[in-house]
């Protein structure tokens, strides 16, 4: 069992569903700027749900386990607060925001960094 892919797919349909009701569901009164947060919330989730389903298929390395935590914890940060904000207006709910977005990229940065790590000839990419 991968408990990561499963993860993965969870987090997929999670913004699929999402980005249908930001669509469909979202009432037509609401505040651009609340509209625009949930835009913005479900395509990184999208975007972000797509890089862990390759995390979770890449060979095993210590920085990719943690890239794969750090975009995780962004995207239940970043786009949990920004879902928050669109649905209630609460504002102090986006203040959350930038901590996630620092997730994200600290999950970037360590995806790169597993570049730098040897790999054998027969799993190198060139």
Same mark, same amino acid.
């Given at each position: ?8 797919? +969870? ?5 699929? &569903? +999402?980005?249908?009701?930001? =669509? ?12 625009? !947060? ?7 989730? +999208? ?5 862990? !389903?390759? +995390? ?5 390395? =210590? ?17 949990? &607060? ?19 977005? &620092?997730?994200?990229? &600290? ?20």
């Amino acid at each position: 069992m991968n408990i990561r892919m499963i993860v993965a797919g +969870l987090a997929g349909f999670l913004a699929v &569903a +999402l980005a249908a009701f930001g =669509a469909h569901g979202l009432p037509d009164a609401l505040p651009a700027a609340r509209r625009d !947060a949930f835009d913005i919330a479900a395509q990184l989730h +999208l975007a972000h749900a797509i890089f862990l !389903a390759g +995390l979770a298929l890449a060979p095993a390395s =210590a920085r990719l386990r943690w890239s794969y935590l750090f975009v995780l914890a962004g995207m239940m940060l970043f786009c949990g &607060a920004l879902y928050a904000f669109a649905l209630t207006g609460a504002r102090a709910a986006a203040l959350i925001a930038p901590i996630g977005g &620092a997730s994200f990229m &600290a999950g970037w940065i360590l995806f790169a960094a597993a570049g730098f790590s040897p790999a054998s000839p027969a799993k190198a990419n060139r």
